[in-house]
């Protein structure tokens, strides 16, 4: 294991970075880059396809520097070889954190306890690369002899998030013969509209559930085969030809009636939320075939080997995690605004949120002692230009300040017109509005009224990355999506949290389970919750 860093707020980077702050909280980008007239092409760096222009934010070189030796004073490089030696650095679980071994290549050699997993994970996409196979050429027929034409991806959290949001990024490399629906919600309303207009003769389940005890995953898997039985039948063995199984629970799988051998297995080292690139995207694999899904893994790989082996200062997951800590722990920012401009990724900001907040979320250090600072910070966002025209107003203008990190393709995949030119123009504009902004001086030169003059201030000097690709291809997701996943290692490692645990789910729960009996029991059973509680339970029962 590796020694444990001094606590975080006596590093001698930590405080230097408190000085900075001072000076900086009341330096405005306009003179950080009159300074410096190459800033704009110097603060930026490429690797592996991606550009992130970083020139941005609220810092100098010497900032950047100081925010490396924060890196190398919180042990970043132990805890990475760490992590890809196969160490089990999710402490409170005791558990490997490999999902870097997903993507690895057939002839890499990654170990937990002392056994090679590299080969199991591509037994596993063997497998499913021969059923993704027979699905797309029609060759598996369901139980009335018809080939699937409907894929339904039964899950939630990380079984669903990711899934959903590489088939809406990759719609358009997808089968389109095939239709693809998502239910993860135990409202019974997402399973009745997501099947609702499927032949069911015709329609594959896939049941994704790490750990296949989750309620809302159960529950919607057990309608699913009520549906399911109730239009075929009711002959049992329809289940075997229409639902497959993705989890590390065999167990449970045989228990709810579903064929293991129609099962896709991965392991306790993949965190949910680490796990699109496991069994987890067989719909993704379904939808853009594996040799594309093939492409999305050599994607993440490359960003793997990125992270692994680039020094600090010119690695983008860890600068990328490094400013995110300025701007949070030292300028005071309480969120990130994840903005793509691309319709394809509008499911990538609610990806992140499980990513970022489900892994950083956390009050306490790996030893159980509490953080002295400010943990993750809230990621949210939409697509550009809907943004825009909702809540950027409050990104220019409110009292908050508000990180941003735009995303962006030089290449649109579906050329309209001068759609793409208005849409760039859009994300290079907003960057630049929320940086400079605009002065009383020159609101007034506009011919304002002195009495308006204020409303139309900008005052700028609101910090933002832009991520820029070529193209939003399989490789380029799986490249982003390493990318914010190896940047918020980076952050638990500097805050010495444990980001693969999510004890924070549980309680709500256990709660949940004792309600429920309560909430079904035909007269009402003795309530020993606090009033609130009692009164909206009984409430609920009076309302049914
Ligand atoms: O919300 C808690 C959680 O455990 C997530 O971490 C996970 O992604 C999700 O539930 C689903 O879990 P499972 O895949 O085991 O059904």
Redo the contacts with the bound molecule.
Sequence with gaps: MPVEPAPLTTRPAWLALESQAQILRTTHLRQLFAEDPQRGERMTLEAVGLFLDYSKNRVTDETLKLLVELAEQSQLRARIDAMFRGDKINVTEKRAVLHVALRAPRSARISVDGENVVPEVHAVLDKMTVFAEKIRSGNWLGHTGKPIRNVVNI??????LGPVMAYEALKFYSDRRLTFRFVSNVDGTDFAEAVIDLDPQETLFIV???????L??ITNAQSARAWLLARLGGDEQAVARHFVAV?TNATEVAKFGIDTANMFGFWDWV???Y?MDSA?GLSTMLAIGPEQFRDLLAGFHELDEHFRTAPFARNLPVLLALLSIWNNNFLGAETVAVLPYDQYLKRFPAYLQ?LTM?SNGKRVQVDGTPVPVATSPIYWGEPGTNGQHSFYQLIHQGTRLIPCDFLAFTESLNPLGRHHDLLLSNVFAQAEALAFGKTAEEVQAEGTPDWLVPHRVFAGNRPSNTILARRLTPAVLGRLVALYEHMVFVQGAIWNIDSFD?WG?ELGKVLAQRIIPELEAPREPPLAHDSSTNNLIRRAREGK
């Design positions: 899950g939630i959290g990380g079984s669903d994704s559930s790490k750990t296949f005890t989750t809302e995953t989890s965190g949910g939320r796990s987890i499980q489900e999510q789910v």
